[in-house]
């Protein structure tokens, strides 16, 4: 059906109708070409970003998961081995651990003597109070009795000067009441190796 | 019909929304990839640890005798009675000779699970279950303790000291001595 019409008169003075006898279609749009740059820049962009650095991945990925498998089939042939010759390995590792606090039995007499050796050097009447020896930390607390208040850095000194001794501080150095003599408590952290 | 500038803008707009589209798409896969190959390396180098500890077992024990269950839980017992603790520890006092007075003050104190935390004996602390044997005693002989806590280290369950605390003795002056012994359960 047309659906333009047009109604005019020409110079000449003749009417006339224009009918515009075309049909009504709708055309088909114009291919848009930026479709085309969307999915090119889509496909290098994924291609650049994604699937180059994921091979690389998936390589060192499919590496693992194969040392993964080497790997489990070697435990299966140690535990295989284990079987043979008979061990428990529970009992094992209870006898180990059992081992592991045995080896928390300390003498903590030898490095006393140690440190009254070196408050005697340092001054003949020095003496050791009150001893306490604490494992968890391996920490000896002592309360020291000297004749001069500048020979307990002294003391100090003398006490660091042994091998297995990582630390050692006084503090409350005073004079108690009735007595010419101070008094000043150690703190001193020993190593291992003092035992 | 969209004006060009519309076009050109729509344009723009879904090429900025495709590439961050990638980009983030990029993080997860790879991030994905990422996470499973640090989770499967770690469970490498888990069964490696074990393999290890596993060979050096058999390489330790292939050709010795592994003492009973029975043996070791003598060692570390596996029942606790506080009762049977508290006589073994006054038995072991008797025999120190430290128990054999009546004038001489002994308190014998038990306590199960103390607070131990840090170091060796933290590790104790998670394997066993640790049990405390506070001793208070009156002594004028530091020597006799010593080779009490001596006696404790030999004898078969496992005694290890903690702490110990005395003013030393003038003399034949009787002091105030406190040990605390740990000793371990393996009640699971």
Request: proline share 3%; no cysteine.
């Amino acid at each position: 059906m047309p659906n333009r019409k047009f109604q005019g008169r020409e110079e000449s003075g003749d009417d006339f109708i224009y009918v515009d006898l075309l049909p009504d279609v709708k055309r088909p749009r114009q291919f848009n070409v930026n479709i085309i740059l969307v999915v090119l820049v889509a496909v290098f962009l994924s291609w650049l970003l994604i699937y180059w650095p994921l091979s690389g991945r998936q390589e060192e990925l499919d590496a693992a998961l194969e040392q993964n498998n080497d790997l489990t089939h070697q435990r299966e042939q140690v535990n295989d081995e284990i079987e043979g010759y008979r061990i428990d390995p529970d009992l094992v590792n209870f006898m180990e651990d059992i081992e592991g606090v045995e080896a928390l039995k300390k003498d903590y007499y030898p490095p006393l003597e140690d440190f009254s050796n070196a408050i005697e050097f340092i001054e003949s009447s020095g003496e050791i109070y009150r001893v306490q020896y604490n494992a968890v930390n391996d920490t000896y607390t002592l309360t020291v009795l000297m004749a001069q208040q500048l020979s307990f850095n002294n003391v100090r000194i003398e006490m660091l000067e042994i091998d297995y001794v990582e630390s050692a501080e006084f503090e409350q150095v005073f004079s108690p009441s009735g007595t010419s003599r101070y008094q000043g408590t150690f703190t001193i952290e020993v190593s291992d190796d003092a035992f | 019909m969209l004006s060009k500038r519309a076009s050109d803008i729509i344009f723009v707009g879904i090429m900025i929304l495709v590439v961050i589209g990638i980009v983030v798409m990029r993080f997860i896969v790879l991030g994905t990839m990422d996470e499973r190959i640090e989770e499967v390396e770690s469970e490498n180098q888990q069964i490696q640890d074990e393999i290890m500890g596993l060979q050096g077992m058999v390489g330790e024990h292939r050709d010795t005798e592994m003492p009973s269950r029975s043996e070791l839980n003598q060692r570390v017992p596996a029942i606790f009675s506080e009762d049977q603790l508290r006589f073994y520890v006054n038995a072991q006092l008797e025999l120190a000779g430290i128990l054999d007075s009546q004038e001489r003050s002994v308190g014998v104190e038990i306590s199960q699970n103390p607070n131990i935390s840090g170091g060796s004996f933290g590790d104790a602390a998670n394997q066993f279950d640790i049990v405390r044997v506070g001793i208070d005693i009156e002594t004028n002989d530091i020597d006799e303790v010593r080779q009490f806590i001596d006696q404790m280290y030999e004898i078969n369950q496992v005694f290890v000291l903690q702490n110990i605390r005395y003013d030393v003795p003038d003399e034949d002056e009787y002091v105030e001595l406190t040990v605390n012994l740990l000793t371990f359960y393996d009640l699971d």
